[in-house]
């Protein structure tokens, strides 16, 4: 089985905290004894720090993104690191694209990437790594422990919804972000492409490792989206 795993950068990295990477790490050499692992990184509080600098200079916001991207591949490459501490053959470089990322797969049975283009999250990249390579299944791990029918931070009224069809994911996800300041659990490119390829995608809090491999499993601990 072919896997793609998109892993916050708070949720990786913290306050870069070495046992916590190290966690990860772990929980892919396992899953990586008997799939194809692509995991792609986000960029966390580190990323949303340079860039909230970078706008008070008068950056524009492709500017930023670009300081966002440089981020993510920097998680990147701090777990490529934790995954080669553990002796599992990982993919050493960290792939600017996907075609990079799939050749790469044919070397390795692990390969770590970050962001790939400005306008989007590394949610987006997860999903169109995913179509791409064909995975069978794209796992979300976050900071939220699903999704919800509205923003559950500055809505009381918000239910987690633990199933909803591609379609709904979008309806949901574009009345999220439409509002100013709200926070979408994915973002609305990724939404769409998982509406596109139609892949079984599983959206968890992966504040703990563990729940990766609880979520491959079929426990049922965040939102499951099926086609
Ligand atoms: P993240 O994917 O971490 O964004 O990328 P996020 O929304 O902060 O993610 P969460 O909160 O961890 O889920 C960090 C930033 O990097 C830029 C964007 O500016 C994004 O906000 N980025 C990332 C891109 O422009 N393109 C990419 O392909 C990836």
């Given at each position: 089985m072919t896997l793609v795993i998109s892993i916050g950068g708070s949720v990786l990295v913290g306050d870069?905290?070495?046992?916590?990477?190290?966690?990860?790490?772990?929980?892919?050499?396992?899953?990586?004894?008997?799939?194809?692992?692509?995991?792609?990184?986000?960029?966390?509080?580190?990323?949303?720090?340079?860039?909230?600098?970078?706008?008070?200079?008068?950056?524009?916001?492709?500017?930023?993104?670009?300081?966002?991207?440089?981020?993510?591949?920097?998680?990147?490459?701090?777990?490529?690191?934790?995954?080669?501490?553990?002796?599992?053959?990982v993919y050493p470089e960290v792939p600017t694209n996907y075609r990079e990322a799939e050749n790469a797969a044919s070397s390795s049975r692990v390969v770590v990437m970050g962001g790939v283009a400005p306008g989007q999250t590394t949610d987006a990249v997860s999903a169109i790594l995913a179509e791409y390579v064909r995975a069978e299944k794209l796992l979300i791990a976050t900071s939220v422990d699903g999704v919800y029918t509205a923003d559950p931070r500055t809505n009381p009224n918000a239910r987690k919804l633990s199933r909803l069809t591609p379609e709904e994911l979008v309806e949901i996800v574009m009345k999220i972000s439409m509002g100013a300041g709200t926070n979408s659990p994915v973002d609305p490119l990724a939404a769409k492409i998982i509406e596109r390829c139609r892949i079984h995608t599983l959206v968890f809090d992966g504040t703990h490792p563990e729940n990766i491999l609880s979520a491959i499993k079929g426990e049922h601990i965040g939102t499951e989206i099926i086609p």
């Amino acid at each position: 089985m072919t896997l793609v795993i998109s892993i916050g950068g708070s949720v990786l990295v913290g306050d870069l905290d070495h046992e916590r990477v190290l966690a990860y790490a772990k929980v892919i050499k396992k899953l990586a004894s008997q799939e194809k692992v692509f995991i792609v990184t986000g960029g966390g509080k580190v990323a949303r720090k340079y860039i909230n600098v970078a706008r008070r200079f008068g950056a524009s916001e492709v500017a930023c993104d670009f300081i966002g991207i440089e981020v993510t591949r920097l998680n990147a490459s701090l777990l490529v690191a934790a995954i080669g501490s553990l002796a599992l053959p990982v993919y050493p470089e960290v792939p600017t694209n996907y075609r990079e990322a799939e050749n790469a797969a044919s070397s390795s049975r692990v390969v770590v990437m970050g962001g790939v283009a400005p306008g989007q999250t590394t949610d987006a990249v997860s999903a169109i790594l995913a179509e791409y390579v064909r995975a069978e299944k794209l796992l979300i791990a976050t900071s939220v422990d699903g999704v919800y029918t509205a923003d559950p931070r500055t809505n009381p009224n918000a239910r987690k919804l633990s199933r909803l069809t591609p379609e709904e994911l979008v309806e949901i996800v574009m009345k999220i972000s439409m509002g100013a300041g709200t926070n979408s659990p994915v973002d609305p490119l990724a939404a769409k492409i998982i509406e596109r390829c139609r892949i079984h995608t599983l959206v968890f809090d992966g504040t703990h490792p563990e729940n990766i491999l609880s979520a491959i499993k079929g426990e049922h601990i965040g939102t499951e989206i099926i086609p």
